[in-house]
């Protein structure tokens, strides 16, 4: 059987998503600012895209995690939220030089865009899952997580910005190393399919390899003293996907297939760079010199009346 070798780089990101107005058709702009909190880790000059029935919202993520839309609080229920990357996209915590080519989703109504809510908005585009609510829903994406993920979740909410709460918080780091090993993999999972990423056979997948990967970060989780400074680094191994002629994932051949352990990788985390301050540069103070002050003439003090001879002789 031949295997292709993914090996998926692993981070930190900080984002915030920076709402503006949509369409000419647009409400015009009120007091009710909604805000918006993308995490991958966060991610920085990311673009957003709020599609709100007819009303499209689009904004650019800065590195405060928080996107400030000014849109009513109904209207927001029925907005489907992404944030995708391009060239200038990248992940706050590896700094500038990284890149971030992705596109992240939400659940309707949701004010959070992380992984978790990636995988819940594939979940709800199967039209098995119509209709059920959001608890329900994150309760299929633990169940396709495998059953290790309960271990690493636990009551912890996984629609929520898990990165405001890693300060101190073993919980929230689990949580977050959890969401950045499953993210990396769906990416690869999509590019597995070889054009054939179909609902069906991403979902097929997902449940596939996914509880593989969290039994690898579960594992990785219970020897890593420090999670707060080290991101995680998977190695995973697909097997090549077999397809029948119309598309589709053979469910027979797949079911057959034994997915390689995953390895963990651990590195450093590294420093955010502080911002360069260039200094101002100092001012010399422009002297004006003072003009030399004339001195004014003295005045004579003669009579002016000569006293000499006449001009002629007088011998």
Same mark, same amino acid.
């Given at each position: ?60 993520? %800065?590195?405060? $995690? !928080? ?5 009513? %609080? ?5 907005? *489907? ?6 060239? +200038?996209?990248? +992940? ?19 004010? !959070? ?17 119509? $209709? ?8 299929? !994406?633990? %169940? ?9 979740? $636990? ?5 929520? +910005? ?16 959890? *969401? ?17 990423? =179909?609902?069906?056979?991403?979902? *097929?997948?997902?449940?596939?390899v996914l509880p593989v990967v969290t039994k690898a970060t579960s594992d990785a989780i219970d020897i890593t003293s420090d999670l707060g400074n080290i991101v995680f680094v998977p190695v995973v191994t697909i097997p090549t996907i077999e397809f029948n002629d119309d598309g589709g994932i053979d469910a027979d051949k797949l079911a ?15 420093? @955010? ?12 103070? !422009?002297? =004006? @010199? =003072?003009?030399?002050?004339? @001195? =004014? ?11 000499? $001879?006449? +001009?002629v002789n007088q011998g």
């Open positions: 059987m031949r295997f292709n070798k993914l090996v998926i780089a692993m981070g930190l990101a900080t984002a915030t998503l920076v709402g503006c107005g949509g369409s000419s058709d647009s409400p015009e702009p009120t007091e009710n600012v909604n805000s918006i909190t993308a995490i991958d880790g966060y991610i920085v000059k990311g673009n957003v895209e709020l599609k709100c029935n007819d009303e499209t919202y689009t904004g650019k993520t %800065d590195i405060k $995690g !928080v996107a400030k839309i000014d849109i009513v %609080d109904e209207m927001i229920e029925d907005c *489907a939220v992404s944030v995708v990357g391009d060239d +200038d996209t990248y +992940d706050f915590d590896k700094g500038e030089g990284s890149s971030w080519k992705h596109t992240m989703r939400s659940l309707k109504g949701q004010r !959070v865009i992380n992984p978790y809510t990636d995988i819940a908005a594939t979940l709800a585009d199967d039209p098995t899952n119509v $209709g059920k609510s959001t608890e329900e829903i994150m309760g299929l !994406v633990i %169940d396709t997580l495998g059953p290790d993920a309960a271990n690493i979740i $636990g009551d912890f909410d996984i629609f929520s +910005d898990f990165g405001a709460n890693t300060t101190g918080s073993n919980e929230a780091q689990k949580v977050r190393v959890l *969401a950045e090993s499953t993210f990396a993999v769906t990416i690869k999972i999509a590019s597995s399919l070889e054009g054939k990423d =179909t609902l069906a056979n991403r979902l *097929a997948l997902f449940k596939k057959s297939i034994v997915i390689p352990p995953v390895t963990i990788d651990k590195v450093v985390k590294p420093k @955010p760079v502080s911002p360069v301050t260039t200094p101002t540069p100092a001012v010399t103070p !422009v002297v =004006t @010199p =003072t003009p030399a002050v004339t @001195p =004014t003439p003295a005045t004579g003090t003669g009579t002016g009346t000569g006293t000499g $001879g006449d +001009d």
